[in-house]
């Protein structure tokens, strides 16, 4: 299980080298788009990067613990959609508080889905 907390610093490599500052705090991985950067860190290092982030002066939206599969997996039309109708009666039920999934779906795959 790896944790992460999201932060919106300007770039993807100011973000990186503000959660590798702090000596023994180090993220293990850093993903960035258009608006939102996500650092990984472990689940131990969590409070120390979002704090070294912090400390730096950048915006943590959220800092939280979630499940990051190690592993994706890919599957054909009716597999993705059975595998979509499984988690959708998952997250209707009451006692249960989240999902989490190692499928893969192509942009196509969601379209076609919708």
Sequence with gaps: MREKPR???PSWMTAHQSACTSGDVCAQDVKSDDEV?????DFTELKAVEEALRAQGLN????????VPKTMISVDGDKA???LKMIDRLEELDDVQQVYTNLELSDEQV????
Excluded at 60 to 67: K, M, N
């Design 81 to 83: 959609q059975s595998n």
């Design 111 to 114: 379209a076609a889905l919708s």
């Design 60 to 67: 943590i939206v959220t800092a939280e613990s979630t499940l």
């Design 37 to 41: 950067v996500e650092v990984y860190t």
């Design 7 to 9: 932060a919106l610093p």
